[in-house]
């Protein structure tokens, strides 16, 4: 079930007595949380909270039986209820059939293993809700939702740059929207000059602007990069590895079969791994495994200390930026 139907059963007050919360935005399960609660009209009610792995069967199965007025259990929550012991989990599952009304039970985890009675159960009686992160178009519209609700406009640059050094999970992404209000101040419009400021460390911001030039093949921008890196006290080895995952990218998105998912096999978001697509059009697949290979040469030198290696790794990026005319260029010697 989705998170949408889930809402539409809630207001038919299409109840079940337990649900598994999966997927990775805890936000969204915790607004779902709200929902539900209000939903069986105890807004004012405890949600009583376990922990998979602590918790036993018992304890669960009491706290339903707990009909208080001064202080009443609208809903159970077992966060890490994936880590549920098996006899507990079993137990659950044998009681299902028999439980008596009371308040339903969330089982809260980013995955769960469905060989198991007790979530293979819960999910074929359609009580399983995802909450994955959106799409891109509603993650931005969420974006400049959140930035209106605290007074500022979010250009789509910033939405794009705040995604990239955040991620999609929509809790982090909420509280440093909520950071940026305070730095910026009431009003002020949030760009990606700001976002780039205030989100980001200098030099995390610049190793992700390097792996943009080395995209847009933008040599003399590049190589600027990486000596303000090294002179700000980065270390080669962590550069060698930025670039070769942002080159592994490349690659992937060229080598790709058509209509392939390539926000799974990129592990990034939609919108990330079209910009990734469009950038590695401008190589060839010949060109990218020679950078791979020549990148090799450059972290050997890294790290047995033979050799310049930020003169290597220079070289690399001009390479590298003319991969396509210049090919012998891409390796840099070995012994």
């Known amino acids: 079930m989705d998170p949408a139907t889930f809402r539409s059963r809630l207001r038919d007050k299409k109840l079940l007595a337990v649900y598994l919360f999966s997927g990775d935005q805890d936000l969204l399960k915790a607004e779902a949380l709200e929902e539900l609660r209000r939903a069986i009209g105890a807004e004012q009610g405890t949600i009583r909270k376990f922990f998979g792995g602590t918790v036993e069967a018992g304890e669960i199965l009491e706290a339903r039986q707990n009909l208080s007025l001064l202080d009443p259990v609208a809903v159970i929550v077992v966060r890490q209820a994936a880590r549920l012991r098996k006899t507990d989990a079993d137990t659950l599952a044998t009681n299902l059939p028999t439980l008596p009304p009371g308040p339903p039970i969330v089982l809260w985890d980013e995955a769960f293993d469905k060989r198991g009675k007790l979530f293979s159960e819960v999910a074929r009686a359609g009580g399983e809700i995802e909450f994955s992160a959106p799409k891109w178009d509603a993650l931005a519209r969420w974006l400049h939702g959140e930035a209106r609700r605290l007074n500022h406009e979010i250009t789509p640059a910033a939405a794009e740059q705040l995604v990239e050094l955040v991620g999609v999970d929509l809790l982090r992404l909420r509280s440093t929207l909520e950071r940026l209000s305070i730095a910026v101040g009431s009003g002020a419009k949030i760009d990606e000059e700001c976002v780039a400021e ?12 390097l792996q943009g030039a080395v995209d847009e093949k933008q040599t003399l921008r590049a190589v600027g990069l990486l000596r303000r890196l090294i002179d700000e006290g980065e270390e080669l080895p962590a550069l060698v590895g930025a670039l070769f995952a942002e080159i592994r990218r490349l690659l992937i998105a060229r080598e790709a079969p058509p209509r392939s998912d390539l926000a799974r096999l990129l592990e990034v978001h939609p ?29 050997l030198a890294s ?33």
């Open 198 to 209: 205030q989100v980001a460390s200098s030099r995390l911001h610049a190793i992700y602007e």
């Open 303 to 335: 790290k047995t200390g033979r050799g310049d290696a930020q003169a290597a790794l220079e070289h690399w990026l001009i390479a590298v930026c003319e991969s396509e005319r210049k090919p012998g260029l891409l390796h840099v010697g070995r012994g």
């Open 271 to 299: 919108f990330r791994a079209k910009k990734i697509t469009e950038a590695a059009k401008r190589f060839s697949p010949l060109g990218l495994r020679r950078a791979v290979d020549g990148l090799a040469d450059v972290d």
